[in-house]
């Protein structure tokens, strides 16, 4: 929906006007300090996403590689680019046949899903891309059945793979934090086992698993085994401001990392760049805005975002427009699909 957008001044990129700023460097210079550390040990795999997670899970994870017949990456298909491991995974795949899931594409542009396919063929012949909305209940609408299919062709195609000692095959999942690893996995083992429940923790908030859990089973017959593991941001995401602000926008970075109302004006810039103003109405403004501040404090007027608190200067309670609770609304909608399928990585396939 486009509205008439005469007085709408656009900014010409993206900039952090929040103290996010002052700290946010830090957290990824440590973040890079203790992966150089864990470099040396393990030989790859990095945690910068969260500092409460410890390291240990790495060796896990290097341990359990050896035990895989294949690497199931697992990516939100709203950022088919951003945030990606590539090196990781080339490093990986190159030791393991690897297959690329893009979940979540209920919120997707399906207009991109050709290019997309597209471009990852042309950079790996021999690794699938396979779209999925995992929370779908009709497995038969998007890629689910593909999966294991895809998966067991490209085991047998491997010249590693080992057919006199076959006791099942082994998978390992991996990906970034909150991309939907552990619902995927918990949706094969109940489509296929025909069981109810869940075999490994799902939730909304980036990090919710955090060790390398025990192998689960998802298919009898031949018995496949899934090994969930947690989300792992690329060690270099401080690349470039818009590549973390995609990423927080899928919440696949902490939301209190980066602040809601710093991800709302992402979500405001993009939306405008892209002449979508769907948020017009949510927010119940007059006319589209390039100005966060404006568009949350007339947001929360609308939303009825009220908080009363006692003036230090004037004694009595005022009351002020909650913008942070309207910028979480904001961010919610978005992310929920109200405000439209993206593809936040549009510019990056041009
Ligand atoms: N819209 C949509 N949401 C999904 C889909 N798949 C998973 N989710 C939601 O995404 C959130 C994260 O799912 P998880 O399975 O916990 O993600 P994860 O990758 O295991 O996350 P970590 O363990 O934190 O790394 C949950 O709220 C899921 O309900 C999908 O296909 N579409
Ligand atoms: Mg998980």
Redesign the pocket.
Known sequence: MSLATKELVLRSHFELKTAILKWFPRHMNRGMREMMQTLRKVDCLVEVHDSRIPFDWMREMMQTLRKVDCLVE?HDSRIPLSGRNKDLIRRLSSLKPHILIL?????MDIRYQRRIKERFQSEDSNSRCIF????NPNTRVNGFPEILPTIIEVIRDSDRFNREDFNGFNLMVM?I????????INKLRNTNLRVSGKATT????????RSVLERIKINANPPVYLY?T??VLEPRIDKGLETIMRCAVCATLSDQLIGYKTIADYILYWLNRHNNHRYVKLLGLDTPSDDITEVLVKGSVYLQNIVEHKSLEKGQMVKRPDVEHTAQQFVTAFRKGQLGRVMLDDDLFK
């Open positions: 697992v979940n979540k594409s209920d919120l999925v909305d995992s929370l990906g934090p909150n991309v939907g690893k552990s619902t995927i799902t939730g909304a908030i980036a990090g919710v698993t969930d947690p989300g």
